[in-house]
């Protein structure tokens, strides 16, 4: 048995006060060049972003009343302010990234997509335990160029907490549209989010783009090599803004909530001198807080922790290298492409004034039986490979040899029953497999038992998962969340019949 963590525990970085220096004196000269900053135009409602040193800032918020949320959500194209120029992307109205969404356990989410795209798109609840089917989180339907639609979705009284997000899902432009900036934060809080160490600790949402900075449509274009590589841009954004400063004090309590926005790029994630003491995992909150150096999120996962300042200073989080693999094909030169392979990138700045202990953690979360692992009825292989391309094709990926066939179902499995998987990767580049609506539960070497709905799948590699197809039926996908294999066809259908 081969059970794999995707939050890594390494040994503690070794501090590196040169390096650490050296980010800091670029972080303070970014700061004077570009005196802008980060601010809300009231009349427009953007954003406008300046490209460095900005202040850390988080889209509007949108929580629900009563136990309903609704609002529209309209997909454009648009210049987005960038210093004192723009660049192009896509924006939930006007702003990327889109609103953040919060509800409770038990509330209706009520979404109206208006698409002002010149291609089709929808919209996907990543991570949520809703229906897929009629007008839930439906990725087979697809929004034409000015069209829109109404989904609807019900969310369980017994849903667990945590971060989530929204993004389109229409096959064969998810990537583009991704990468371009749709994409928005979804908030569960239940009774664990009023803890007094959670509901005292000042809470951020980030979501991490690294989008293609330029002018024109045109930047949206990916050569077959980047589409097979998976596209990665050439800047880290914390929600549309480029290395952030965070402004906090010793003793206060930082809760980071992140989800890697990213359509291919990985993020191996550390913050100097300070360990990360995780809370939740991309599926819900686990037992009690564990700490680790450094995180591991591949495109689609989300990660919760604490961190605690207690002595003032300059701190860098960063976007440790990270080999995610690559095409390696070696035949007839251009195709070498580079691999996978992640510079590291200076992704924010925590700036701590004042000197004080740390503050205390919670001592306990979510109660550990609801994180054991069921027994399971049925075991499966999923098999992720790359084949064929000679001949100048591009390369197949493909799920158990088959590419996407949206007509096709790939999988059946029992409603209310539970599965174990086996995902094996037989190609060189790691691929994140991404489960709609059903989490599953995974035995992380570091957390211990932990839901996620997305798991990296180390290239060359397996891991195992179960799944409870709990309580909810119906017919969508897996798939991998480089999002260009995805359009490419590394995807698969899944029915559980009512
Ligand atoms: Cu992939």
């Known amino acids: 048995m081969s059970w794999r963590s995707s939050l890594t525990l390494g040994t503690m970085q070794t501090p590196n006060p040169t390096r650490r220096r050296f980010l800091g004196f670029v972080g303070a000269a970014g700061a004077s060049a570009w005196l802008a900053g980060c601010f809300r135009d009231p009349d427009a409602g953007r954003i406008t972003v300046s490209p460095n040193g900005s202040s850390f800032a988080e889209p509007e918020v949108l929580s629900s009343e009563s136990g309903r949320l609704e609002l529209t959500l309209r997909a454009e194209p648009n210049d987005i302010p960038w210093g004192d120029s723009t660049r192009y992307g896509y924006t939930y109205n006007g702003n990327t990234p889109g609103p953040t969404l919060r509800v409770k356990p038990g509330d209706q989410l009520t979404i109206h997509l208006e698409n002002q795209l010149d291609a089709d798109t929808n919209l996907h609840t990543h991570g949520l335990h809703v229906s897929p089917s009629g007008n839930g989180d439906n990725i087979f339907v697809r929004v034409p160029p000015g069209g829109s639609r109404t989904y609807s979705y019900q969310i369980p009284a017994d849903h667990r907490s945590g971060l989530f997000w929204y993004h389109p899902h229409a096959h064969g432009t998810v990537a583009p549209q991704v990468a371009a900036g749709l994409a928005g934060a979804i908030v569960i809080t239940d009774q664990i989010d009023e803890l007094p160490e959670m509901a005292g600790s000042t809470e951020r949402t980030w979501i991490l783009s690294d989008p293609p900075i330029g002018e024109g449509s045109g930047i949206l274009d990916a050569s077959g090599m980047d589409r097979m590589q998976g596209r990665e841009g050439n800047k880290v954004l914390v929600n549309g803004i480029e290395q952030p400063d965070i402004t906090t004090q010793a003793g206060v309590l930082e809760r980071w909530r992140i989800v890697n926005a990213s359509s291919s790029r990985y993020y191996r994630l550390g913050l100097d001198d300070h360990p990360l003491h995780i809370v939740a995992t991309d599926g ?24 605690r300042p207690s002595k003032p200073g300059s701190y860098a989080f960063r976007a440790l290298e990270y080999d995610r693999g690559g095409m390696g094909m070696g035949m007839g030169g251009g195709m070498m492409g580079g691999g996978g392979g992640s510079e590291e990138l200076a992704v924010a700045t925590m700036t701590v004034t004042g000197d004080a202990a740390p503050a205390a953690l919670p001592a306990g979360l979510v109660d550990a039986d609801t994180l054991i692992v069921p027994a399971h009825s049925a075991s499966r292989v999923l098999e992720l490979g790359m084949g064929g391309g000679g001949g100048g094709q591009m390369m197949s990926f493909t799920i158990d040899d088959k590419i996407f066939d949206g007509d096709r179902t ?10 174990e998987w086996e995902i094996r990767n037989t190609s060189p580049m790691d691929h994140p497999l991404h489960l709609h609506v059903w989490s599953f539960l995974v035995a992380d070497e570091t957390l211990g038992s932990v839901w996620k709905d997305t798991i990296n799948v180390p290239a060359n590699q397996s891991v195992k998962v179960v799944v409870p197809f709990a309580a909810i039926p119906g017919r969508t996908v897996y798939h991998c969340h480089i999002l260009d294999h995805e359009d490419l066809g590394m995807m698969g259908v899944i029915d559980v019949p009512g």
């Open 410 to 419: 790939d999988i059946t499995a029992g409603l209310n029953t539970v599965e």
């Open 284 to 307: 819900g909150r686990i037992a009690k807080p564990v700490s680790v150096s450094e995180i591991l999120l591949s495109p689609g996962e989300r990660a919760e922790f604490f961190v």
